[in-house]
């Protein structure tokens, strides 16, 4: 079975069990992850297929990131509160350094009312938390799931990619189906596929 038809299989999956755990917050937060990995692997293989190669590693570090927390929480149900505290943290920064002439678009995109009731809402949730579930870098986040070295090689070199930094705006010239980063992009998806499908089976049946 090629890469594309297993991610269209295991969306088929995930879009069915969706609509049956919104009410049990870590499984719906499972699906959410799932659902974004896969969104993530079926555009990196688009982009290669399409020889539209430069965007592959931008899309691949949000695809890693998405697969360190998708694996820490299914290895613990405890993660979750971590991820609730990084939500909080990014919120509440927001909230309290929000240009006044940004308030409308911000209150359209995030589909919000009330700012005022909701920043108290995030405060409460805040202090609701346990101390033991502080906010999470995103260092430790690989450090957590035993990609420390993944993290401070081929990460690095993603970020660099992500921020358009001169090393990976000259490396985009010369890209092709054999290059390092791209083959390793395309050939650790299988991999995570079966993770998530491993998951899906121990969670969900």
Avoid at 49 to 56: A, N, P, Y
Wanted: charged residues 30%.
């Amino acid at each position: 079975m090629s890469l594309a038809e297993r991610i269209i299989n295991l969306r088929g999956d995930v879009d069915r069990l969706i609509p049956l755990h919104k009410q049990n917050l870590y499984k719906h937060t499972l699906l959410a992850y799932s659902s974004s990995l896969l969104d993530l692997a079926d555009a990196i293989v688009t982009l290669s297929e399409s020889g539209k190669l430069s965007g592959i590693p931008i899309l691949y570090r949000t695809f890693s990131e998405t697969f360190v927390d998708f694996h820490n929480l299914s290895s613990d149900r405890a993660y979750g509160y971590r991820l609730q505290s990084n939500r909080l943290k990014e919120w509440i920064k927001v909230l309290d350094n929000l240009d006044p002439k940004h308030l409308e678009w911000l209150k359209e995109s995030a589909e919000l009312d009330d700012l005022i009731e909701f920043k108290a809402q995030l405060a409460k949730e805040k202090a609701d938390l346990s101390d033991q579930f502080k906010p999470i870098k995103i260092g430790n986040k690989f450090d957590l799931a035993g990609l420390k070295d993944f993290y401070d090689t081929v990460y690095n070199e993603l970020c660099s990619d992500s921020h358009s930094n001169l090393r990976s705006v000259f490396s985009r010239l010369n890209l092709d189906d054999d290059d390092p980063k791209i083959h390793l992009c395309i050939s650790t998806l299988p991999q995570a596929l079966t993770e998530l499908e491993i998951t899906l089976i121990k969670v969900f049946q």
